[in-house]
């Protein structure tokens, strides 16, 4: 799906509607590709009208304003230590779970999530959606 910022943070903002508690997104995309973008995006379908900022030197952000509870992580600077942080505690919470370069953690991420992987082009960005499991086939129709 090839968007520029502002179809890309409607596009992002219609699936943070459709999200329910437990929900893990995995983001992949190289530095500046438009991830924490995205999550600005979801937030806004969640409720939270905070300002979402990235978490990379935090590893976790954590809004609870809005309708469910949002869970931003970066784990790009614990990549193959996951055990440096509870996962569990997010991934099987009661809120929404963002992963930026989910990628890294492989093996600890559970079997069902949606992967949006992101491939910039010169004025847009291309977003890719791969459901992992049923659960999420319906967030890509």
């Known amino acids: 799906m090839k968007m520029n910022e502002k179809e890309m943070l409607d596009f992002a903002e219609n699936l ?4 329910k508690a437990g929900d893990i997104i995995v983001l992949t995309g190289d ?22 900022k990235s978490p ?11 309708r469910l509870p949002l869970y931003h992580m970066d784990v790009y600077r614990i990549g193959d230590d996951p055990d440096s ?11 929404v779970t963002v992963i930026e370069w989910g990628q890294l953690l492989a093996q600890d991420l559970p079997d069902d999530y949606l992967e949006i992987i992101f491939e910039p082009l010169t004025a847009s960005r291309h ?6 499991g049923k659960r999420y086939e319906a967030y890509i129709g």
């Open 31 to 52: 530095l500046g590709a438009g991830k924490t973008t995205f999550t600005k995006g979801l937030g806004l379908g969640l409720d939270i009208h905070q300002m979402i």
């Open 56 to 66: 990379t030197y935090t590893i976790v952000r954590e809004y609870d304003e809005g």
């Open 85 to 95: 942080i509870d996962l569990d505690d997010y991934l099987f919470g009661n809120g």
């Open 16 to 19: 943070g509607r459709k999200l």
């Open 127 to 132: 977003l890719k959606l791969i459901a992992h």
